[in-house]
């Protein structure tokens, strides 16, 4: 092995890369599906809290601060039907629903203020953390004094289905295994087919190089791709939060795990038709973890049948649910045992390879 | 500088190509294999260039055994194949720039090589644009890219027109001034009686015959003259006669020839290596 020589061979293979359409292709779909997802359906281009208010006396007194506020969309609604319908579509994360009087009975410390709050059933903590906030600086200035000494009664009112997942939530298994899994495995496969296609690999190990500096220069291409991908897809997101070093170790072993699979299946594949034919057939089987998550009624079990459930789990539970290592360790002890049994496996194809170059040239 | 010992090879799955084979290459020597589809030249030089491993006998290359040689074996040898094997996305001068950087000694400006074989006005044409013959060509020259002592080459003037053809001899032949060693595998008996030393012809796995291409053809040819003439100044046939090449000024027939007709042709009947070949070993090279 030969340090020097790989960094040439990952050199060559990023620039003979970036001209092969389907590998650009499977690198950038997630991202171009992220996007999108972001896109239609909100967390990417409206992160800012949206909230409807129902007045009916017109008072501005109330409403104006978070009319004004910078940092919340305010909207004014004619009617309670017509605020309960904005929240139940989801075009208002909180709607308040004022009663008759209510900026009146603000003013007076001794009146009973009882109003309702319409909560859409999938809107984020973080936007309605914010929203209560605002509300609460609202009402402090618009009366002078604390809001917690105001006979305040809010009569909170969910709308909408009780999951608090987002789509993007729900679809960010499928595009982490998209990205890392196909942006480790494909790569290196692409690349090995090529050479095995233009004779270049024989080439190659009838100089200084060896066949194990050509595999693991690939390797690690798909390696580094892999994880620049998984981090990406998660930054897009908005889930590269909770312990990043825990983040980047599962990234680290799923990227392992994948460009190792990539290289075996170059190596036994025949040309890049076999190939592609055998991801067609096996693609499903990487998929359906990520699959299974959009629908949070399948069991949790049915995932961990699929290698991929292992990369998927861990960096979900620490970017969403703020999991540490103990929570994650026999998710991260599995995906390391097939990275290992992928490599055992590796090996033995470098050795067989060797064999079928002598033949086939 | 290089010798085999009863080199034997059987493929897994149970083909004999090569049956006790000998032969020794001298520093400086241009040695030719040849044989026909299938003889074992090929599984030779295979085994020669380490890309299968598993023979049987002795094989000793720049005086080590071959099996106690690592991938540094390659800083001291080079290799062209049969078939051209290049990126074809990239240049000629970035794939002779690429394999430049692979080896750790002193190599060639990939420059001077490809104006060595006419590809310098090319140097920045991708490789799938070049045709067959210019391929040829840089696989050619990839091989010396790191000025290597022994040189193995296959077929090395395949599909090249008869003045890079020429231009590729030249190049083998002062090659072997700087004192190269080359083996050189063929089946074109022409490019081997041209610049081979020595040749050995191999079939079914076995070396019949090895010897200089000049000591073959006196050993084989006929000592014979072939004389071709007309009779008289009319476009009447062309007759011929033979005549033994030893006494040949005594010979009154072969004289008067000479005198009293119109000579078209005269010439030694020398064996062509071909024809050795087929007289050797009772096959053709086809």
């Not at chain 1, 309960?84 to 009975?105: D, H, I, K, Y």
């Not at chain 1, 953390?129 to 609202?138: F, P, T, V, Y």
């Not at chain 2, 080359?182 to 079939?203: E, G, P, S």
Request: aromatic share 8%; charged share 20%.
């Amino acid at each position: 092995m030969n340090i020097q020589r790989i960094a040439v061979l990952m050199g060559k293979d990023a620039r003979l890369g970036a001209t092969n359409f389907m590998a650009v292709y499977v690198l950038v779909m997630p991202v171009i599906i992220s996007l999108l997802i972001a896109l239609v359906f909100g967390d990417l281009l409206a992160q800012t809290p949206r909230l409807g208010i129902y007045d009916p006396d017109g008072s501005e007194k109330f409403t104006r601060p978070l009319l004004d506020h910078p940092s919340i969309n305010t909207t004014l609604y004619d009617s309670d039907a017509a605020l309960q319908s904005a929240v139940e579509r989801g075009s208002e994360e909180l709607g308040l629903s004022l009663p008759a009087g209510f900026a009146a009975a603000l003013e007076d410390d001794s009146a009973e203020i009882d109003f309702t709050a319409y909560r859409w059933g999938e809107a984020g903590v973080r936007n309605l953390l914010l929203l209560e906030s605002a509300l609460a600086r609202a009402m402090t200035e618009g009366i002078g004094t604390s809001i917690d000494q105001l006979p305040v009664t809010v009569n909170a009112e969910q709308i909408g289905a009780a999951n608090t997942q987002t789509w993007s939530q729900r679809l960010l298994p499928l595009l982490l295994i998209m990205a890392i899994v196909l942006g480790g495995l494909f790569f290196p496969a692409a690349s090995l087919l090529d050479e095995k296609k233009n004779r270049t690999l024989v080439a190659l190990t009838s100089t200084p190089t060896s066949l194990l500096d050509v595999y693991l220069s690939k390797t690690l291409i798909g390696f580094i791709l892999s994880g620049i991908m998984g981090t990406i897809i998660l930054l897009i997101n908005s889930a590269f939060a909770g312990q990043v070093a825990l983040l980047l170790l599962v990234i680290a072993l799923g990227g392992l795990m994948s460009s190792a699979f990539g290289i075996v299946l170059g190596s036994v594949s025949k040309d890049m038709d076999t190939f592609l034919g055998i991801i067609k057939a096996v693609g499903i089987l990487l998929y359906a973890p990520g699959i299974l998550k959009i629908f949070p009624q399948v069991p949790e079990w049915i995932g961990r049948l699929f290698p991929t459930y292992y990369l998927m789990n861990p960096l979900l539970e620490v970017s969403q649910n703020g999991a540490g290592f103990a929570e994650i360790a026999l998710d991260i002890a599995v995906l390391a045992l097939i990275s290992v049994a992928l490599l055992v496996l590796l090996n033995s194809v470098i050795g067989r390879q060797q064999q079928k170059l002598a033949l086939e040239t | 500088m290089l010798s085999v010992e009863s080199l034997a090879y059987t493929y897994p799955e149970g083909t004999e190509a090569v049956r006790g084979v000998d032969f020794a290459i001298e520093q400086g020597e241009i040695f030719g294999f040849l044989g026909p589809s299938g003889a074992g030249k090929s599984t030779t030089q295979k085994v020669l260039i380490r890309l299968l491993r598993g023979f049987q006998g002795q094989i000793t290359v720049l005086g080590k055994p071959l099996n106690e040689w690592d991938d540094s074996y390659y800083e001291q040898v080079g290799v062209a194949f049969e078939l051209p094997n290049h990126y074809q996305k990239l240049t000629a001068r970035e794939n002779l720039s690429l394999f430049r950087t692979l080896y750790s000694g002193d190599t060639r400006d990939p420059a001077e090589l490809l104006e060595m074989v006419g590809l310098a006005e090319d140097a920045n044409t991708r490789l799938s644009q070049f045709s067959k013959g210019m391929q040829m060509r840089l696989n050619f020259v990839r091989a010396l890219i790191h000025q290597p002592d022994l040189l193995f080459l296959d077929e090395p003037t395949t599909g090249l027109d008869p003045v890079n053809g020429q231009k590729i001899k030249e190049i083998l032949r002062q090659q072997k001034e700087e004192g190269r060693t080359i083996f050189l595998t063929t089946h074109d008996m022409t490019v081997a009686d041209q610049i081979c030393d020595r040749v050995a012809f191999i079939v079914d796995g076995k070396i019949t015959l090895i010897d200089s291409p000049r000591n073959l053809r006196l050993q084989h040819g006929q000592r014979r003259v072939r004389v071709e003439y007309h009779k008289d100044e009319t476009s009447s046939p062309a007759q011929h006669a033979e005549f033994p090449l030893d006494g040949l000024a005594d010979s009154d027939q072969f004289l008067n020839i000479l005198r009293t007709n119109r000579i078209e042709t005269i010439h030694t009947q020398e064996a062509t290596l071909e024809d050795i070949f087929i007289q050797t070993t009772g096959r053709s090279l086809t």
